[in-house]
């Protein structure tokens, strides 16, 4: 798809889908990436495998600046661009959880909210291994606050909140199916969520939040990744150190040797 078009349809719809946006290759060192660190920190779930865990690690400072990945970010926000956050939302077969109605922006202090999603299937993502859904055209919604949100602490949805199921109409439902080594990108108002994984496919998705450097993430200590372009001067963001790769440390990938 030409950059206009994926414009057009981010713009009217509030996503967009690239097929083929990485590799085989890359896409299966991601699904490998996650195991890998489920064997590091064997008490996290899956679904919540965060930004803290990755912001100082080679593999995935390799895979968030991959040029397929960043000329894709830039139709969207623009030539200096940086990552605030990632996030692997991994759900094991009959186990990983549902992702309650939402809207990103919600949860994230930046200012302004100029940010886009692009969500990785490391593998095939489903209906039946609980794909991620979109309310095409709800970008358009106000923004809700936390505190209109319902929260549903009980340990069974990965964000423990969500919009009030009687606000949602779900009439026009999009079950965004991925194979491995495609991308969905998304609007941070557009409403969305998954279903819980009730086959026996492990679904593994990876969230990078990318930003124009331009937004401030209001969040002391918080550590940015700058990918492509310039800082701007005057906003106040941290940007982490290149990582170095450390054999034993960090998990092996196709050119880690220049890491
Ligand atoms: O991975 C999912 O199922 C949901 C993703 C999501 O909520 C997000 O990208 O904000």
Same mark, same amino acid.
């Given at each position: 798809m030409i950059a206009t078009d994926l414009r057009q349809q981010y713009d009217q719809q509030g996503y967009v889908i690239v097929r083929n946006a990485i590799d085989p290759d890359l896409a299966a060192e991601t699904s490998a990436?996650?195991?890998?660190?489920? +064997?590091?920190?064997?008490?996290?779930?899956?679904? @919540?495998?965060?930004?803290?865990?990755?912001?100082?690690?080679? $593999?995935?400072?390799r895979l968030v600046g991959d040029d397929r990945l960043l000329d894709i970010v830039?139709? $969207?926000? =623009?030539?200096? %661009? /940086?990552? $605030? /956050?990632? *996030?692997?939302? /991994?759900?094991?077969?009959?186990?990983? +959880?549902?992702?309650?109605? *939402?809207?990103?922006?919600t949860y994230w202090p930046l200012e302004p909210m100029e940010? !886009? !999603?692009?969500w990785l299937a490391a593998t095939d993502s489903t209906v039946e291994n609980g794909c991620?859904?979109?309310?095409? =055209?709800? +970008?358009?919604?106000r923004l809700l606050s936390r505190a209109e949100l @319902?929260?549903?602490?009980?340990g069974k949805n990965v964000l423990a909140s969500g919009?009030? #199921?009687? +606000? %949602?109409?779900?009439?026009?439902?999009?079950d965004i199916e991925l194979k491995a080594g495609d991308v969905?990108? *998304?609007? #941070?108002?557009? %409403? *969305?969520?998954?279903? /819980?994984? !009730?086959?026996?496919?492990w679904r593994k998705g990876l969230t990078l939040r990318y930003i124009p450097t331009s937004?401030?993430?209001?969040?002391?200590?918080?550590?940015n990744i700058l990918l492509r372009g310039r800082s701007v001067p005057g906003v106040a963001n941290l940007y982490a150190a290149r990582p170095r790769f450390v054999p034993g440390e960090h998990m092996a990938f196709y050119g880690c040797e220049y890491w």
């Open positions: 990436h996650v195991d890998w660190l489920l +064997q590091k920190y064997p008490d996290m779930r899956p679904e @919540q495998l965060h930004h803290e865990l990755l912001v100082d690690d080679p $593999f995935m400072h830039e139709t $969207f926000i =623009g030539p200096n %661009i /940086a990552l $605030f /956050a990632a *996030h692997y939302i /991994a759900k094991r077969p009959y186990d990983g +959880q549902e992702v309650l109605w *939402h809207q990103d922006g940010v !886009t !999603t692009i991620m859904r979109v309310l095409p =055209g709800t +970008q358009h919604n @319902q929260e549903v602490d009980d919009i009030h #199921p009687s +606000q %949602i109409d779900d009439s026009d439902v999009i969905s990108i *998304h609007n #941070p108002q557009i %409403i *969305h969520g998954s279903k /819980a994984n !009730t086959s026996d496919q937004t401030w993430v209001k969040r002391a200590e918080h550590a």
